[in-house]
C-alpha cells in the first residue's frame, strides 16, 4: 500500500517514521510545502528534537520513507492519506483567539479531491473541532467525479519530547469511521490493520467519527485540567506553608485520582493545551453552552496567571527593581526533551521580565534555535551554557525541568553571581536545602521560599 503522511511536523513526521518502521511492507511518504524542513528531514540535521528520533528516522529513510515536496505526486499515488497539517488558533475573524483556524485542514481537503482519481482512505490526525470530518467530506465530494473518499478520524494522542516512545507503545490508538456502510466498515478495518502491525488489538479502539474527534479535544482539556487544578493548590501551599509537592504526593497516591501530570509548574505551555482548551470553548459557545465554556476556560486563565503570578514574585522577591540586572531563564522549550517553544512558559516570563528592563540571558540546551526565532524583536542574549549564562547574574529562573539542571555545580554557579544570589524554580526540580546552605535566597512553586530575607 502507499502510505501518505501531508504535514511533516512534530506529528507527522515521528508518526510516518514510525508507521514506515513498523509496515516494512507499505511505501509511506511524508509531503510539506515548507521546502526547508522538508529538506531538513532529508538530513542528517532534523528539524525537530525527540529523543532517539534521529536513530528511527535513519532506520527507515530511503527504505520505505521519504519526504518530498510533491504533494500532488504524492496524493495521486497514495492509498491513505494522513493529514497532520497544523490546526492553530484563528488569528481573524469570527472566533479570532478562540476558534480553529482550518484553512490548512481545508486547502488540503481540496488538494486531495483534485489529485485522486480513484477512491481514497483520508484520516484526519489533525487535532480538530468535533464535526470537522463532515465539512471534509462535502469538500471532497462537491462535484463528485465519482470518486469516493472515506474520511476517518483518528486523532494523535504522542507528547512531545516522548513522542517515539509514545508512537513505539501508544496507551490506544482511536479510529473514528462509519459503522453504517460497508466501505466505511472496510476502511476502519484498513486503518486498524496497519496499527496492528505493532499495536495489540485491544488497544486499537474503534468508535463513531465525531466521538473520535471530540475524545482528543477532551483528553487535552483534563490533561491541561489537572495541572491548572495543582497550580491553583500552589498558590495557597506558599500562603500557608503546606508543600504542593507533598499535597500532590498524597491525593495522587488515590488510586480515583492518580499521580500522573500532578506536578506544579511555572505554567504548562505547548502547541497543544490552550490551542485545544480555546477550541472547545469555542465549540460549546457556538452550541449556546456557555456555562461548560466558562468552565473550561477557567482552566486557560489560571494557566495564564500562574506564569503571570511566578513572574511578579521574581519582581517582587527583587526588591520590585529588575532594571540593568542580569536574569537568566534557564529554559526556553515548553517542556525537558523538546526544542519546541511554542507557548513556553520560560518564554512568556521572559516577556513580563523585559517589561521591567531586566538584562535577559536566555539559556537552553535545544531550543535556542526556536527562542531566536520567537524572540527576535526582543533585546535578549542567548548563551547554551548555564555556567558562562550565570557570569555576574543576579537570579536563576527555572522555567524548564531539564535533567541536566539538576546536576549542575551551584558552588561554582553561586561564586560567579552577583549578590543576593536568587534562584526561582519555576519547576520544583532542584535541591533547595542545599541551594540555601549555598548561601541562595530560594523561591520554589508552592513550598516555603528558603531566604535571609522577610518574604513578601
Ligand atoms: P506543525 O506546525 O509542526 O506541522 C504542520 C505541518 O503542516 C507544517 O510543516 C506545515 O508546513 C504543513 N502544512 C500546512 N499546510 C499544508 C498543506 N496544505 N500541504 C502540506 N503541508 C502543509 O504542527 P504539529 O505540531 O505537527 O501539529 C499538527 C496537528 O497535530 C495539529 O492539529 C495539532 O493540534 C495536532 N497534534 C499535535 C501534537 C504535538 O505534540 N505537537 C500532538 C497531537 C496532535
Ligand atoms: C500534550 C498531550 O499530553 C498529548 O497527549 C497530546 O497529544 C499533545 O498535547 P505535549 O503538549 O507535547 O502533549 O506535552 P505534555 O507532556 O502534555 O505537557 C504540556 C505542558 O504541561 C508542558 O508545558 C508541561 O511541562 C506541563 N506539565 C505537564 C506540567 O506543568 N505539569 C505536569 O504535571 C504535566
Not at 501518505?4 to 512534530?10: D, F, V
Not at 509496515?23 to 524542513?37: G, W
Not at 484553512?103 to 480538530?128: C, F, G, H, M
Not at 551554557?385 to 524548564?400: N, R, S
Amino acid at each position: 500500500m502507499e502510505i501518505l503522511g501531508i504535514g511533516a511536523g512534530y506529528v507527522g513526521g515521528p508518526t510516518m517514521a514510525m508507521i514506515a518502521d513498523k509496515c516494512p511492507e507499505h511505501r509511506v511518504t511524508v509531503v510539506d510545502i515548507n521546502e526547508e524542513k522538508i529538506a531538513r528531514w532529508n538530513s542528517d540535521n532534523l528539524p525537530i528534537y525527540e529523543p532517539g528520533l534521529d536513530e528511527l528516522v535513519q532506520r527507515v529513510r530511503g527504505r520505505n520513507l521519504f519526504f518530498s515536496t510533491d504533494v500532488d505526486e504524492g496524493i495521486r499515488r497514495a492509498d491513505m492519506i494522513f493529514v497532520t497539517v497544523n490546526t492553530p488558533t484563528k488569528s481573524f475573524g469570527y472566533g479570532s483567539g478562540y476558534a480553529s483556524d482550518l484553512q490548512y485542514w481545508e486547502l488540503t481537503a481540496r488538494k486531495i479531491k483534485e489529485n485522486s482519481d480513484r477512491p481514497k482512505i483520508v484520516i484526519e490526525k489533525s487535532t480538530v473541532p468535533v464535526r470537522t470530518a463532515a465539512a471534509m467530506e462535502r469538500i471532497l465530494h462537491s462535484e463528485s467525479n465519482g470518486v469516493n473518499f472515506e474520511v476517518l478520524s483518528s486523532p494523535e494522542f504522542m507528547a512531545e519530547g516522548t513522542a517515539v516512545r509514545d508512537l513505539n507503545d501508544p496507551d490506544r490508538v482511536l479510529i473514528g469511521g462509519r459503522h453504517d456502510t460497508e466501505t466505511g466498515r472496510k476502511a476502519m478495518d484498513a486503518v486498524v490493520d496497519v496499527f496492528a502491525n505493532w499495536v495489540p488489538r485491544e488497544r486499537i479502539i474503534c468508535s463513531n467519527i465525531w466521538s473520535a474527534e471530540l475524545s482528543k479535544l477532551t483528553a487535552n482539556a483534563f490533561l491541561a485540567q489537572r495541572v491548572s487544578s495543582i497550580n491553583a493548590i500552589s498558590a495557597l501551599c506558599e500562603k500557608t506553608e503546606a508543600d504542593v509537592n507533598e499535597v500532590a504526593l498524597a491525593i495522587g497516591m488515590d488510586d480515583r485520582i492518580g499521580s500522573m501530570f500532578l506536578k506544579p509548574s511555572v505554567g504548562f505551555g505547548g502547541s497543544c493545551f490552550k490551542k485545544d482548551l480555546l477550541s472547545l470553548v469555542y465549540l460549546c459557545e457556538s452550541y449556546g453552552l456557555t456555562e461548560q465554556a466558562e468552565y473550561w476556560h477557567q482552566v486557560v486563565k489560571m494557566n495564564e496567571h500562574q506564569m503571570e503570578r511566578f513572574a511578579k514574585r521574581v519582581i517582587n522577591q527583587m526588591f520590585n527593581t529588575l532594571a540593568g540586572k542580569r536574569i537568566v531563564i534557564m529554559g526556553c522549550a515548553f517542556k525537558a526533551d523538546t526544542g519546541d517553544t511554542r507557548e513556553s512558559p520560560g518564554l512568556t516570563v521572559a516577556r513580563y521580565l523585559l517589561d521591567e528592563r531586566a538584562d535577559l540571558v536566555l539559556s537552553d540546551p535545544k531550543a535556542l534555535e526556536n527562542a531566536r526565532i520567537d524572540m527576535a524583536d526582543a533585546p535578549v542574549r542567548y548563551i547554551e551554557d548555564p555556567y558562562e549564562a550565570a557570569q555576574g547574574a543576579h537570579a536563576l529562573v527555572v522555567c524548564t525541568e531539564w535533567a541536566q539542571y539538576r546536576d549542575l555545580d551551584f558552588e561554582a554557579i553561586y561564586a560567579a553571581m552577583n549578590k543576593p544570589a536568587f534562584v526561582f524554580d519555576g519547576r520544583n526540580i532542584l535541591k533547595h536545602e542545599e541551594l540555601f546552605e549555598i548561601g541562595f535566597h530560594v523561591f520554589p512553586i508552592g513550598k516555603k521560599a528558603l531566604t535571609r530575607f522577610e518574604t513578601s
